[in-house]
């Protein structure tokens, strides 16, 4: 099953190899302004097992916890394609609708779901957390 992807413009590529540490739906209200939609789908993966090819600008925001997320995008066409936090060491995330295949994407969790809009339709079969897994 390949999990590999690239941006609209194509500039930006990666490879990942080996199992996706997870897969989930991410409503929180930064996600929804990121995406300028309704949630982030997000694969990650241990980071040694991504492979980013070409230049990819970081924004740096501060979570709720205080740590710092680096939310990943395209600087030529504005993609977002991927992202790494301080709450999550060791993990890259990389965005599902970027894709080759995006019919590869199996959601298993949403998260954030206090914050999903009326609009935002969720999936039965995910299970739902009220922000991350592990608060
Ligand atoms: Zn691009
Ligand atoms: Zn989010």
């Not at 990121?34 to 979570?63: D, H, R």
């Amino acid at each position: 099953m390949s999990l590999n992807g690239s941006c609209l413009c194509g500039n930006v590529q990666y490879e990942t190899k080996g199992e996706p540490v997870l897969m989930g739906n991410c409503h929180c209200r930064d996600c929804q302004k990121l995406s300028g939609s309704a949630y982030i789908p997000v694969v990650a993966f241990l980071e040694e097992n991504v492979k980013i090819t070409g230049e990819v600008k970081y924004y740096a925001k501060k979570g709720d916890s205080g740590l710092t997320a680096y939310e990943g995008f395209c600087p030529n066409c504005g993609s977002r394609i991927c992202a790494h936090a301080e709450a999550m060491p060791g993990l890259k995330l990389v965005m599902a609708g970027t894709l080759e295949e995006p019919e590869n994407y199996k959601p298993q969790m949403d998260l954030y779901v206090g914050r999903a809009n009326h609009w935002d339709k969720l999936a039965d079969d995910t299970a739902k957390f009220e922000g991350m897994p592990s608060e």
